[in-house]
């Protein structure tokens, strides 16, 4: 299954955009869009239903709330294994059927697995919608774990890390930044975990895994597309409403980041790299975690910073001075603890690394030192919202969405206020986090080099 990890501003850009395009439709049309509902069956499980009529499908999505930050330790990888395992067999239906039944109708499906959450999703006819809930809350407590079916799945995932990881030295240089960044917190580990340890999982390891965290009240639904709340939810009620609740789980309380006070550096020369290039990053707040207000501004501090073509490092480094062949910047706020703010590069032609990563300490310097102006503000805020402008006819976003806020311990109304937190957000605000965080002396930064092949 495929594995992605969704930012907070392809989040919540697409809500934005939506609503700032509803406004003047509601304006000219007689009646006004259906609204978004939510409630709770009386097991637990969360329900979300994004009504949109424009076209006859519908997306179903089931998110759970567990990821792999939250595995046993020594047990890395288990919460992706299982996302594998989810596809088999269950005591009502052979391995396959499931899918079998959505390819039959048209459909599409797949699964994802983040540091914090799994999800499952099908995009259908709306006539199948109750198909793809008596499926899908089949499977949340029938599959038959045996190891027969362990076995030869972990071997899948076994040559999975080794096609996507080890094979590509940016994901294996990204995997020691990581677990150089983060010294404590679980976000250290891989999401697709470790090789040792991934040959070790069992049935027995399996099992207990599904049976702590595969249940409705550690799940939400969310439903988007040509459907009605009252139709969502007697199938609801019908489907996963008879799966009996599962045990109550503790708050997902991870350890805690020390106060970090070093430069740290990871190099990984490799006779696989053509081009060298470089990145740098900083322990940040997330959505979850920030003060009010910083999480934005880090938003929009990346969108300035390097966003896009428009963004300072992009138009310094590739535009102007043409040292770079690529430079940006990325928050990454949707997690549910501390995350990372980070910046990169890579030269062009004759040019030197470093004098890329000079150039990019430069145009970070000149925000903590000057700050950004109101118009160049309001310029990223547009252009952040504008690089969005497909999301609003995209049901996929749309449940992506409401489930990635939701499962990383945000709320419905978190995201129907978004729009207006982004819009408050100052220029001061901007060169403030800029000051607080990127700080040089307190960050992480990876080299990735060419070397020469070892002769035998």
Not at 131 to 158: C, H, K, Q, S, Y
Request: net charge negative.
């Amino acid at each position: 299954m495929s594995r992605h990890v969704l930012s907070i501003r392809h989040v919540w850009l697409a809500l934005c955009l939506l609503v700032l395009a509803a406004a003047p439709a509601a304006a000219s049309d007689s009646a006004a869009p259906d609204p978004i509902t939510s409630f709770t069956l009386e097991n637990g499980m969360q329900v979300v239903v994004i009504p949109d009529h424009r076209a006859p499908i519908v997306t179903h999505m089931v998110w759970y709330r567990i990821g792999s930050a939250d595995e046993p330790p020594g047990k890395s990888g288990i919460a992706h294994f299982f996302e594998h395992l989810m596809f088999k067999g269950t005591t009502n239906h052979k391995a396959g059927e499931f899918g079998a039944k959505i390819a039959e109708i048209g459909g599409s499906e797949n699964a994802f697995t983040t540091d914090d959450y799994t999800a499952y999703y099908q995009t259908v006819p709306p006539e199948a919608l109750g198909t793809m809930m008596e499926f899908e809350a089949d499977r949340m407590r029938n599959l038959i774990l045996t190891d027969a079916v362990i076995g030869p799945e972990r071997d899948v995932i076994l040559e999975e890390r080794r096609s996507r990881i080890e094979n590509s030295p940016q994901s294996l240089l990204g995997e020691e930044v990581d677990a150089t960044l983060y010294q404590n917190h679980p976000y250290r580990i891989p999401v697709i975990g470790w090789m040792h340890e991934i040959e070790k999982l069992n049935r027995v390891d399996a099992v207990a895994f599904y049976d702590r965290y595969y249940a409705p009240n550690n799940a939400i639904l969310v439903v988007a597309g040509d459907v009605q709340a009252d139709e969502v939810r007697k199938l609801a009620e019908a489907t996963y409403g008879k799966v009996a609740r599962g045990p109550e789980l503790p708050p997902r309380v991870r350890p805690d980041e020390p106060e970090q006070n070093t430069s740290r550096t990871v190099t990984l020369s490799d006779p696989r790299v053509s081009v060298p290039s470089f990145s740098r990053s900083w322990l940040v707040p997330s959505y979850h975690t920030a003060e009010p207000g910083e999480a934005e501004a880090l938003d929009l501090l990346s969108e300035v910073l390097g966003g896009g073509t428009r963004s300072r490092i992009y138009q310094a480094l590739v535009v102007k001075t043409g040292v770079a062949s690529s430079a940006g910047a990325y928050y990454a706020g949707s997690k549910l603890d501390m995350s990372n703010f980070t910046v990169y590069g890579a030269p062009r032609g004759t040019s030197k690394l470093d004098a890329v990563e000079k150039e990019v300490d430069a145009e970070i310097d000149s925000i903590v030192r000057n700050g950004i102006s109101d118009k160049e503000l309001e310029s990223a805020k547009n252009r952040f919202i504008r690089s969005m402008i497909f999301a609003r006819d995209d049901q996929d976003s749309m449940a992506n969405i409401y489930g990635s806020t939701l499962a990383t311990g945000g709320t419905v109304e978190d995201v129907e206020k978004w729009p207006e937190r982004i819009r408050a957000v100052t220029a001061d605000q901007v060169q403030r986090v800029a000051a607080k965080y990127l700080r040089t002396n307190h960050s992480v930064t990876g080299y990735l080099l060419p070397s020469e092949p070892v002769q035998n």
